[in-house]
């Protein structure tokens, strides 16, 4: 059974993130199969330290960017960092995994294709006795050791859809007209899918008299998928009129589908498409500067590559080898209603404003 560890988000980190990279140097891993590549930085505070880094893909803001703090971080206490790349290959990621492992690598930290691949390296660590990190991707079981870190999905796509009910209130009592939600549902082979589309039934069905059934788009965390079944559901349904999407990667995806239809216009404009999202990327932001959008649920991505990083070195100084629990980050939502207060408090407005 994991611990859970609440943790506040961990601010100073923005200051450190992203500096000290000229030092860095690149150079292929001995790894042969896995792809991976090394590099380190000339500080040495790290000592003879080596982190391997696995991950799904870099096709999200949220994954660039979880992958430059967690580099950079590393490299800057002169930890020796290996990196391996899946593209989504599932399998592909397992080998990557076991082949790290062979390199005497001191932790690995992975953002895992799946929660079923999750599993499945944290098997293989667990076996090589080798701290291992899943971020951001729970496993779809408890079985075996790791730290997990993890937002807290389910809670933060509610308080997101929340806002979006509240603007929905307003405009059923102006109409009288029950209002149609979709939701652009992620890969149910990841849990935090799962989560979000749980926080957002928890949400509208707090107010089912100003909704009609809810409609389903699935995605699989694919932008072509996504295309598709958006375009085919507005097309059935034409009066959808509420979209919350389980990740902010897909919102060009849904401007593309709602333009040519007229239904892509401003808050409290005519036509307007009440909208929400999940990740807090710089699109999203941007969305909501521009008034086009009425929130996102934010991962903070700073925090949780802390969490990761420090979770795994405090293990590797302890010798602990299987450490086991849960390191969640309490996210929040960014909403017209609060922009003012938290706007920098997400990590995709302070990627712009760089």
């Known amino acids: 059974m994991k611990k859970r560890v609440s943790i506040l988000l961990a601010l100073t980190m923005l200051a450190t993130m992203f500096v000290g990279c000229a030092d860095k140097k690149s150079e292929e891993s001995t790894g042969g199969s896995s792809g991976g590549t090394s590099s380190t930085s000339s500080n040495d505070d790290g000592g003879s330290k080596t982190i391997a880094l696995c991950t799904e893909d870099l096709e999200t803001e949220f994954w660039v960017a979880a992958h430059e703090a967690i580099v950079d971080t590393l490299e800057e206490q002169g930890i020796?960092?290996?990196?391996?790349?899946?593209?989504?290959?599932?399998?592909?990621?397992?080998?990557?995994?076991?082949?790290?492992?062979?390199?005497?690598?001191?932790?690995?930290?992975?953002?895992?294709?799946?929660?079923?691949?999750?599993?499945?390296?944290?098997?293989?660590?667990?076996?090589?006795?080798?701290?291992?990190?899943?971020?951001?991707?729970?496993?779809?079981?408890?079985?075996?050791?790791?730290?997990?870190?993890?937002?807290?999905?389910?809670?933060?796509?509610?308080?997101?859809?929340?806002?979006?009910?509240?603007?929905?209130?307003?405009?059923?009592?102006?109409?009288?007209?029950?209002?149609?939600?979709?939701?652009?549902?992620?890969?149910?082979?990841?849990?935090?899918a799962i989560a979000r589309k749980e926080g957002f039934y928890t949400a509208i069905e707090k107010k089912p008299e100003i909704f009609n059934e809810a409609i389903e788009v699935p995605t699989e965390w694919d932008a072509a998928t996504a295309l598709a079944n958006l375009q085919s559901a507005v097309q059935a349904t034409p009066d959808v009129d509420f979209i919350f999407t389980s990740s902010d990667f897909l919102f060009p995806t849904i401007q593309s589908v709602l333009e040519p239809l007229g239904k892509w216009v401003k808050v409290g404009e005519e036509g307007h498409v009440i909208m929400g999202g999940l990740d807090g990327d710089a699109t999203a932001g941007e969305l909501i500067d521009e008034g086009m959008i009425e929130g996102t649920g934010v991962q903070d991505v700073y925090n949780e590559a802390d969490l990761a990083i420090s979770g795994l070195l405090d293990a590797i100084e302890a010798g602990e080898t299987q450490p086991d629990e849960i390191r969640e980050d309490p996210g929040f939502a960014l909403t017209q209603g609060n922009l003012k207060e938290k706007r920098m408090d997400m990590w995709g407005n302070v990627i712009r404003e760089q």
């Not at 080998?95 to 944290?122: L, R, S, Y």
């Not at 899943?134 to 408890?142: A, L």
């Not at 806002?163 to 992620?186: N, Q, R, S």
């Open 80 to 192: 020796k960092v290996i990196e391996t790349n899946c593209q989504g290959d599932a399998n592909k990621q397992l080998e990557q995994v076991k082949d790290v492992i062979t390199q005497d690598v001191d932790g690995i930290i992975v953002i895992p294709k799946d929660g079923d691949t999750a599993v499945a390296v944290t098997k293989e660590a667990n076996n090589a006795d080798i701290p291992i990190v899943i971020f951001n991707r729970p496993p779809t079981s408890d079985e075996g050791a790791n730290i997990t870190v993890v937002c807290d999905n389910a809670t933060v796509a509610e308080a997101c859809v929340d806002y979006m009910v509240e603007e929905a209130e307003k405009k059923f009592d102006k109409t009288g007209e029950k209002l149609t939600p979709l939701i652009m549902v992620g890969d149910l082979g990841d849990p935090n």
